[in-house]
């Protein structure tokens, strides 16, 4: 072979290689962009939902300054007055400064365990600890952000799960309706009810779960998870689970039904014996809280129909859920057995959003707000409907419309509709529509306004659904037009719930600059001489505090402070209002004031522009050695026989052993156009058409005297109290009090301190008024100095969540220890648990002995313990069940089949007629 031939044949091997090559590229280039096209369809459905939900958000935090795009929050009303206050005490107990169980910083010192799992039991809320007190009025946008981006996963697994024929773009479009529902917007004030809502389509997937494969794993740890996030809304979810398991029972064949409802049985006692010590420690709280009402009456009062225009928009925001309804209805015959189940689900789920008695009963009796704390479901399951029209029953023929421009003209004109009406109501409506976040709650005036949107939307969405149906439209035509509808419906309600509430973040920074200001080598307790912010930030700030506002303020509690002379309403207790002598007795040794209301001689601590903390002119040890006169058992009830203010002279009396007078009544030198009847009650009727109708008193004080002026009448917690708004309260020409009482200002009103002189008082009557207690006193500083002198220096002090002193007592002495009973205080003596007796309705007193006694403050939820034993039992269950199901459903199982069915079957209708048919026939017979 020559050189050339060998040159030759190398050439065309290179070639042969080169080409190989090539083609070895090219296929692996081939199989990398499959390999990433199959992977782009696998996570996309679930990737894309929270980008486009945080996209929506985005814009709307810019157009509206919400931070990071600006310096405003979205937080209002309860998010305000409760969640976030409340996740800075949690900040608080996480870095070690605060107890979990004796939290002082709330009502006195409160199980915190019970707030936590009824506001916070969230994962996001250990986020927390990265963030600064300061910010966490912006940190609620990101927090709001995070968890409907979360519901939008949730939505997007579930979808994709239950219809897997479902094109993605269509299941991210549902997956974006849910998260930006009217429940997410209108209810994310209480933000871990979206923990509630991203966890129930999981929830719903684990029980089909249960049902289609006999599997009850998956469904224990949902309900488990779903119970800790937020056990109050469990209450809700149980009503669902009966009443959905009932109707999807019947679509499942014959033979299995047996099973599913004994698997179903266990797996539910299993969670609720797993999360025992959530739910009982809860539960006892709860029913220890003023919350708690007459169902009977509560049902019997109010209208027939809910307030439509606040409860609607939560469902009906989301046009899909209505289009949803309309159109399975439509296509009834074509519907499978299982969506005629969802159908039906959501007609009942649909019912109490319109009639009271049955909203009632599903928020266990009654609501103060917030009346559709369900609506999640009601949502989840109108887009079911919406998912089974786009995904079944479609035929695959063109209809022969589809190639002519009208339905696509008509497809388009609808579409356009929905963002000429947000248009208009944007722009010239927009005080209007907005209203629900100024006051709460939905207008007629509102709801006729939304009302063009709602029909609008509600027509562009069921349109293009059936015109899809009817193949007037092709798919990808479809999903271009539903895509635009929701550009333009989501940041319309996204606007009208959320920018609308947008506020200046910066707002409290005066408030929060109050925060580490006072002394921590001693406990004590701060303060509100008035309410000049919302109850729970003065706990939040870190300081321990009489103030409480949640649905677990202890019923005990918040009578005895009305007793004592403070202001409280509602399921709101606050340190404004009292005496010298309950605030000294109680340990409130700081007084927050606005300095436009600082007295002269004020003793300031520190103050910024807007606020002052003063020290207390009286001040007594957190917790002092008192010896009884006579029986202690005189002292557990603060009668109601007594006037506000003749209870602090008998307190004086009780706990001091003096005669002393320490409270004066005074009477007034004149009654100007009021007619007075004294007998239980005070009778006030004012002559207005005479002229101002008014009480006058000159009143010569003599040494130094601080006078108040008291008008009460009944314990209660009503939103609004009778006797609200029938005082002017002058002291001289300064107009002391308006409009007493009312929800911040109902307890003693202190008039000032006055030393040798005549003071001028005006009580001006507005309206007829019936009280208990009503007059002008003074409380003399001589004698409570002199009482207070024989008081031990010895206090507590807080170590790690437990509160310890040591002090010298003679025999029958006791330890007054200012803290609520509620059974969840242990304290022990020189190492040895005692029995503490309540005093003055919910107090503690401590039995000590003679000589030095080293005492020990603990606390340790009730319930806790029976709850942590039902956990170990679950957790024993749960293992036990798994081991039974590991080979498949054992038949040791069938012979409890037949008395299940039975005990459903009861449970069903009883769950029917307690929450469907009882409530409308006792409004009806009322």
Known sequence: MTFFDRLSGSLKDQRTAVSHGERKEAKARFVKRAVM????????????????VLGFLSAVFACYGLFPFGGNTLSWCDMDQQVLPLLMDFKDILEGKSSLFLN???????NFWGVFLFFLSSPFSFLVVFVQKSDFWSFANLLVAMKMAACSVTAAVFFRKRFPALDWPAGVMLSVMYACSGYALLYY???????????????LLALLRLAEQEKPLAYILALAAMLTVHFYLSYMLVIFLILASGLWLFTLPREHRGRVLVLLGLGTVTAALVTGPVWLPSLLQYAASARTGNLIENLQIGSFF??????????????????????TLFYWKQATARIRAVLVLFFLLLLPVVIEPINKMWHTGSYQAFPVRYGYMTTLMGLVLLAFLLNQGIPKKEHPLQSSP??????????????????????????EITVYTRTLWGSDESLRQLAGFFLTSILACGLLVLFLRERLLTRRVFTILFCLFLCVETPFQLSVYLGSAASSADSRAEILDLSERLPEDSLYRVKNQKKYFDANLLGALGYPTLNHYTSLTSKSYMFAMKKLGYSSYWMEVNSNGGTLLTDAILGNQYNVYRKDDLPNESRIVYQNDTYAITESPFRLPFGFVFSPQGDLAKLSVLSEELSRMDLQQWLSESLFGTQERLVTEYQPQETVNVTVEHGEKWELTPHLENGRAYFYYEIPVEGTQTLYFDCFDELHNYLYEAINDSFHVFVGQELIDQDYPSQSSNGLVELGTFTDE?????????????????GVYGMDHVVLESAFSTVS?????????????????EEGDYLFLPVPSDGNVLVTVNGEEVQTETIWDCFLAVPLTEGENEVRVSAFPSGMRTGLWLAVCGLAALVLLMLLLRKGYPPVLRFVELPAKVVFFILCAGVFLAVYVAPVVIYLLR
């Open 406 to 431: 009208f339905p696509l003209f008509l497809a388009m004109v609808a579409t356009a509709l929905p963002f000429v009406a947000s248009c208009i109501l944007l722009y010239l409506k927009f005080d």
């Open 758 to 774: 005549t003071v001028i008082v005006q009580v001006e009557l507005l309206r007829p008024c019936s009280a208990r207690s009503f």
């Open 104 to 110: 002082l910083q709330n009502a006195g010192g409160m």
């Open 793 to 809: 220096g010895d206090g507590l002090s807080e170590t790690q969540g437990e509160l310890l002193g040591t002090f010298s007592a």
């Open 37 to 52: 096209k199959q992977t782009f369809r696998r996570f996309v459905p679930y990737l894309l939902p929270p980008l486009v």
């Open 306 to 327: 809910t307030r439509l225009n606040t409860t609607l928009p939560v469902v009906f925001s989301t046009a899909g859920v209505a289009a949803g309804f309309l159109l």
């Open 189 to 203: 004030q209480n933000v871990v009810w979206l923990d509630v809502m991203y966890l129930f389509p999981l929830f």
